[in-house]
């Protein structure tokens, strides 16, 4: 069974710019979740979809948003770059997702994408 | 609160030492606590998780604990081999009333092995 995809590895921008970061998660599961890593603050949680739907969202600004389409790939996007925004993001696939009533659903995390703001 | 602390952040330990790792959670609703480890140029994997029903689990070298009453728990790896350098988060996951969870990381520690 495939694992998750996520592409591109490596996007370098500029401030202001937007970019889209993509996730193919593993097939069968409808729940896909993304996360922000840096140094300093650890693994943070931007949102979670499940069937084409945002179940949950973190406390992270408007300029970051997502969607799902019907094959349960994700799509993340970051409007108005800003430097602080340079991380790793990963996304993570789950058949449920965390936000379910099962209480030990197991993610299952990409590689990521790890984007530099200059 | 909705806290994970993790220590410490940075570990060495010979090849063939044990290591342990120790998380502290906030919210006493938690009830469910997975481990990843995540190797350099990749995402975290899960390695062991445990319920909050159960005091203590083991597979192979690796074993988590927890004590519900303090609310922590930690990680034990035993013969430690230089594989096993990484960089581990645990995590808490957290029922929300709307029914649904909210798994929480610690801030993660990096574990060198040295041969």
């Known amino acids: 069974k495939a694992g998750v995809t996520q592409t591109p590895r490596y996007l370098i921008k500029t401030r202001g710019q937007q970019v889209t970061l993509s996730c193919s998660p593993i097939s069968g599961h409808r729940s896909v979740s993304w996360y922000q890593q840096t140094p300093g603050q650890g693994l943070q949680f931007l949102f979670e979809?499940?069937?084409?739907?945002?179940?949950n969202k973190g406390n992270f600004p408007g300029r970051f948003s997502g969607r799902q389409f019907s094959n349960s790939r994700s799509e993340m996007n970051v409007s108005t770059l800003e430097l602080g925004d340079s991380a790793l993001y990963l996304c993570?696939?789950?058949?449920?997702?965390?936000?379910?009533?099962?209480?030990?659903?197991?993610?299952?995390f990409g590689s990521g994408t790890q984007l530099s703001v200059l | 609160g909705e806290n994970v602390e993790q220590h410490p952040s940075t570990l060495s330990v010979q090849e063939g030492d044990s290591a342990v790792i120790k998380c502290t959670y906030s919210?006493?609703?938690?009830?469910?606590f997975p481990w990843y480890k995540q190797e350099l140029g990749k995402g975290p994997q899960l390695i062991i998780d445990?319920?909050?029903?159960?005091g203590e689990k083991k597979d192979q070298r690796i074993a988590v604990t927890l004590n519900k009453t303090a609310k922590h728990f930690s990680l034990h790896i035993t013969e430690t081999q230089p594989e096993d350098s990484a960089v581990y988060f645990c995590?808490?996951?957290?029922?929300?009333?709307?029914?649904?969870?909210?798994?929480?990381f610690g801030t993660g520690t990096r574990l060198l092995v040295s041969p």
């Open positions: 919210d006493s609703a938690s009830n469910y």
């Open positions: 445990i319920r909050s029903n159960v």
């Open positions: 979809y499940f069937s084409e739907t945002q179940r």
């Open positions: 993570a696939s789950s058949l449920a997702g965390l936000f379910s009533r099962v209480t030990n659903e197991k993610l299952f």
């Open positions: 995590a808490a996951s957290i029922p929300k009333n709307t029914g649904f969870q909210k798994l929480v």
